[in-house]
């Protein structure tokens, strides 16, 4: 069995929700939720969230703790929620200062919109050694999320399987 390590930021839920659902198909992997220790919440929150995302800004995250370093993970998966067609700053935060001891990096996103905002990824892969292998963009509440969950989930297991094969041979 791969070392899978769920790693996420969520202001109003969604992209945890998501997350949890993830890591229990993937058999009950370990999940770190991330904080910058910044009041997102309500209105005034949501403002400066936003203004955080188009300025760039990146308040630290304390390093998560996790059962294993981070670079001894096979893949860790990266939730966000988009902020301002960019990725959350306490995720950004975290890629910037842990991104290049990731050995492999996979992506999910929670957005309110029918856009699908791939460029994020593109983003996100700045901070990351290796340009991410899988990736999923959810609008949480719609038509097809249980799809492009599922062929995220097979895309994982098959990249498992391929090592466990190698590992074998
Ligand atoms: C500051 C801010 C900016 C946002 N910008 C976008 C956006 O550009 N495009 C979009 O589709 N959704 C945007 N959203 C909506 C969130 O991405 C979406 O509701 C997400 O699922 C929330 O995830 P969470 O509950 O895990 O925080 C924004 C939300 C916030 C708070």
């Known amino acids: 069995m791969a070392n899978i390590l ?27 939720k991330l904080s910058d220790g910044i009041d997102r919440s309500g209105i005034f929150g949501w403002l400066r969230s936003g203004m955080d995302a188009m300025a760039r800004h990146i308040p ?11 670079a001894d993970y096979d893949l860790v998966i990266i939730g966000s929620p988009v902020w301002a067609g960019r990725c959350s700053s306490p995720v950004r935060s975290f890629l910037l200062q842990f991104g290049e001891e990731l050995q492999e990096a996979a992506y999910v996103i929670t957005r309110g919109s029918d856009v699908r905002y791939e460029e994020v990824f593109t983003q996100m892969d700045l901070y990351v050694k290796r340009p991410h292998t899988k990736a999923l963009t ?25 090592e466990e094969q190698h590992d074998a041979g």
């Open 60 to 70: 630290p995250v304390e390093k998560p703790e996790t059962n294993l370093p981070l």
């Open 6 to 32: 769920c790693v996420y930021y969520s202001r109003t839920g969604q992209t945890e929700a998501l997350m949890q659902e993830i890591a229990q198909e993937l058999g009950g992997c370990e999940m770190v």
């Open 138 to 162: 959810i609008h949480p509440g719609t038509v097809g999320v249980d799809f492009w969950k599922d062929e995220f989930l097979k895309a994982v297991r098959s990249s498992e399987k391929k």
